[in-house]
């Protein structure tokens, strides 16, 4: 079965301090990959997205992500974690056949930026 | 400006009450999406559409409903509420051509 999983419910890392948040995926093919932000009260957020190219992948507030073929993983990141930053973070993929329509999301990472 | 609203954002109701919950985006686009999530989990689909006219269930069984009659509105319905519907509501849209989704805030729906 496709899935993708984000191994840590919460991520604690003190403001000015790298953050790296961690996503891997079990998806045939070569998917789409990509990161949402939740805020409280909001919905979905889109962070930045894989599709071809650069393994890294630079998006929105300063954050990039990894693209790891081989590990079949795709991991957010940020030089310089700001309090801000503190919000639930899904990692997603699409099967790249599909149209958007078989998007897997990820159960979300808790981060929290510590001032 | 372009945007997804859904409304309400809090309801909470009895069981067997009939519900709608309202999704419109003024971005012009035709897909659209309904998503249920619970806390701490993953979302889930339970239903698309690629335009008017058109709808879909999703990977995830949903006793709810939808319908898409004009392209900036996608209501779901849930004929009888039950305590097990309860959860938030996430609808989403997108280009046809596009993998990257815009979300509405979400509607948290509690069944007593």
């Known amino acids: 079965a496709q899935s993708v999983a984000q191994p840590e419910d919460q991520v604690n890392v003190a403001e000015g301090n790298p953050l790296t948040v961690k996503c891997t995926y079990s998806?045939?093919?070569?998917?789409?990959l990509f990161w949402y932000v939740q805020y409280p009260n909001r919905g979905l957020q889109f962070l930045l997205k894989?599709?071809?190219?650069?393994?890294l992948v630079k998006g929105s507030y300063g954050f990039e992500a990894e693209f790891n073929k081989s590990q079949t993983s795709f991991h957010l990141k940020k030089p310089s974690a700001l309090v801000s930053d503190s919000a639930l973070y899904f990692c997603?993929?699409?099967?790249?056949?599909?149209?958007?329509?078989?998007?897997?999301f990820g159960a979300g990472t808790r981060l929290f930026v510590k001032a | 400006e372009a945007d997804i609203y859904q409304t309400p954002r809090y309801l909470v109701i009895g069981t067997g009450k009939k519900i709608t919950l309202e999704c419109s985006q003024t971005?012009?686009?035709?897909?659209m999406y309904w998503y249920q999530q619970d806390p701490g989990m993953e979302l889930h689909l339970i239903h698309y559409?690629?335009?008017?006219?058109?709808?879909e269930k999703g990977d995830l069984s949903s006793e709810s409903t939808v319908s898409r009659i004009r392209t900036e509105h996608f209501p779901l319905t849930l004929e009888s509420a039950r305590p097990s519907h309860t959860s938030q509501y996430l609808c989403?849209?997108?280009?046809?051509?596009?993998?990257?989704?815009?979300f509405g805030p979400g509607t948290r729906l509690t069944v007593l």
């Open positions: 559409s690629y335009g008017v006219n058109s709808t």
């Open positions: 971005m012009g686009h035709d897909k």
């Open positions: 997603a993929v699409s099967p790249s056949h599909t149209g958007g329509f078989k998007t897997i």
């Open positions: 989403a849209s997108s280009e046809y051509a596009g993998f990257i989704q815009f």
């Open positions: 894989y599709i071809t190219g650069d393994n």
């Open positions: 998806v045939s093919g070569n998917p789409y």
